[in-house]
C-alpha cells in the first residue's frame, strides 16, 4: 500500500474516562437501576465524555434531573479532573437550589472525579445523599449515558469535526437549551423535558387548591 500511495485508516484512540477509584471510601448504591421519579429534585444523574479536537480532547460533563431527563448543569474543559464535574454540580444546586432537600438523590458511576474529596463534601454541604454505582457496568448509570448518547448523535458527530474547546461549549449550550425546552422525549409522553416540569408544578399547585 506505501509503494502506491495508499494508506490505511488509522482509528482514533478511545479515551478512558472512568478510573475508578478502589482505595477511596465509596457510597453504596441507592437506585438499583431504577431511573424513575415521582417530581423534580428527587433524583440526579451525572456522567461525561469525551469529543476529540484538532486542539485536544475536550471533556463535557452533564447533570440531569430523572424526573424529565431535564439538563440541570453542565461543563466543558480539556481536563477530566474533579473541577469540570465539579463545576457542573455548582450550576445544578445554583439553578435548581435543592439546599435543605434532604431527599435529593445523586448518582455517579465510580469515576476518581465523583469520589474525591471536593465533591462529595459539596454534595454533604448541599444536602445531597450520594449514590455510586458498581465497576464497570454501563446499565448503573444508563440514564445518563443515554442522555449522553443523544448529544454525541445530535451534536458531536452531526457538526464536526471540532476545532476547539470553544466550538464544543457553544454548541452544547447551544443543544442544552434546545434539548431542554423543545426535544420530544418518549419516555416522559412526546413532551419536552421543561414541559414536564411546567405540567407537574400546575398539577401540584391544582392539587394544592383543591385540599
Known amino acids: 500500500m506505501r509503494e502506491m500511495g495508499l494508506r490505511g485508516v488509522v ?20 437506585v438499583n437501576r431504577a431511573f424513575h421519579a415521582e417530581r ?15 486542539s485536544g480532547t475536550v471533556y463535557v460533563a452533564f447533570v440531569i434531573d430523572v424526573f424529565a431527563r431535564r439538563i440541570v448543569g453542565w461543563r466543558a474543559s480539556t481536563s477530566m479532573t474533579t ?8 450550576q445544578a444546586i445554583w439553578q435548581r437550589k435543592p439546599i435543605g432537600n434532604r431527599s435529593l438523590i445523586h448518582h455517579s458511576d ?7 474529596i471536593k465533591y462529595t463534601e459539596r454534595l454533604a454541604d448541599a444536602g445531597i445523599d450520594p449514590s455510586v ?6 446499565y448503573d448509570n444508563a440514564l445518563a449515558e443515554s442522555v449522553i448518547g443523544l448529544f454525541k448523535t445530535e451534536v458531536i458527530k452531526q457538526r ?6 470553544q ?6 449550550m447551544q443543544w442544552v437549551e434546545w434539548y431542554n425546552e423543545h426535544r420530544l422525549l418518549s419516555s416522559i409522553g412526546y413532551i419536552p423535558p421543561a414541559e414536564a416540569e411546567r405540567r407537574h408544578l400546575d398539577h ?4 394544592d387548591k383543591v385540599a
Open 160 to 165: 464536526g469535526p471540532w476545532k476547539t474547546m
Open 133 to 138: 454505582g458498581t465497576v464497570g457496568d454501563s
Open 204 to 207: 401540584v399547585g391544582t392539587m
Open 40 to 54: 423534580p429534585n428527587q433524583l440526579w444523574v451525572s456522567d461525561f465524555t469525551y469529543v476529540p479536537t484538532w
Open 167 to 172: 466550538d464544543v461549549e457553544w454548541e452544547t
Open 110 to 116: 465510580r469515576g476518581s472525579q465523583y469520589l474525591s
Open 11 to 30: 482509528r482514533g484512540k478511545k479515551v478512558i474516562t472512568t478510573n475508578p477509584d478502589v482505595a477511596r471510601p465509596c457510597p453504596d448504591g441507592k
Open 83 to 90: 473541577p469540570l464535574v465539579l463545576d457542573a454540580l455548582e
